[in-house]
């Protein structure tokens, strides 16, 4: 791990950041129980304290190195893409509360994956934007 941590990268991990919140919410949210789930929760755990040690060390290098000023700017205007999405998106879910036509359960889920969708399309348009030097 001595090589180079660039931005892509960091913004790559957000999606597992995500991927770990939709898993935990489907632990909190269940209704349900198998002997099995207590085999994934554990998993789930010990993968999380990990991944966090590891972005940490790798975040820490990140912010001893060099930044590139061009992926920056590229990163916000994904992030500024980002929130239009997700403000239209939340007002969708919103209003579909609010005529009854889903649930809080439903509604939770929507939320958690609506974060891993915007953190997959975050990555997406930063890849896109940062290759093109736009």
């Known amino acids: 791990m001595k090589s180079k941590v660039t931005l ?9 950041y995500a991927a770990l919140l939709v898993s935990y919410y489907w632990m909190w949210a269940r ?8 085999a994934i929760q554990n998993t ?3 993968f999380t304290i990990v ?24 990163l916000r205007r994904a992030d ?7 403000t239209a998106a939340v007002i969708i ?8 036509a889903i649930d809080g359960p439903a509604a939770g889920y929507a939320l ?3 974060i891993l969708a915007l953190a997959v ?6 890849c896109v934007m940062d290759s093109k030097g736009v």
């Open 44 to 46: 789930v755990m010990i």
């Open 51 to 74: 991944f966090f040690l590891l972005q940490a060390v790798r975040v820490h290098r990140y912010n001893k190195e060099e930044k590139d000023e061009l992926a920056i700017q590229n």
């Open 121 to 126: 399309i975050r990555f997406i348009i930063f």
């Open 93 to 100: 879910i919103a209003f579909a509360c609010a005529v009854k």
């Open 80 to 86: 500024a893409i980002g929130l239009k999405l997700m």
């Open 112 to 114: 958690v994956g609506l």
């Open 31 to 38: 209704r349900d129980w198998h002997n099995y789930y207590e």
């Open 8 to 16: 892509k990268e960091i913004v790559g991990t957000k999606i597992i």
